[in-house]
Nanobody
């Protein structure tokens, strides 16, 4: 069974930094994409940053130049380095992957989310 477990959220002042981590586990056959999404109160879930199957990255315009997505394939870990945080970055951040478990079709998997609050 595939599991995604996020960590690293918390309360930070504007201008500060946080690093989110996502641990992936399970009997994985093929990973097509991995990324980070966020959902602020009263808003729809939105893409923050992703890796495509080709290894390229995509960022939301609102985080370009401030956030960096990275991964450690050997450890099945995904990271999001967030710098110059703003109050509007406050949200629950979710790790996502589109993959195929051994013997099963491709599908989306989501972590439980980690709260990021940017406030003075």
């Amino acid at each position: 069974q595939v599991q995604l477990v996020e960590s690293g959220g918390g309360l930070v002042q504007p201008g500060g930094s946080l690093r989110l981590s996502c641990a992936l586990s399970g009997t994985i056959s093929v990973i097509d994409a991995m990324g980070w999404y966020r959902q602020a109160p009263g808003k729809q879930r939105e893409l923050v940053a992703t890796f495509t199957s080709a290894g390229s990255t995509t960022y939301a315009d609102s985080v370009k130049g401030r956030f960096t997505i990275s991964r450690d394939n050997a450890k099945d870990m995904l990271y999001l380095q967030m710098n110059s945080l703003k109050p509007e970055d406050t949200a629950v951040y979710y790790c996502n992957t589109f993959l195929r478990e051994t013997g099963k079709p491709f599908r989306d998997y989501w972590g439980q989310g980690t709260q990021v609050t940017v406030s003075s």
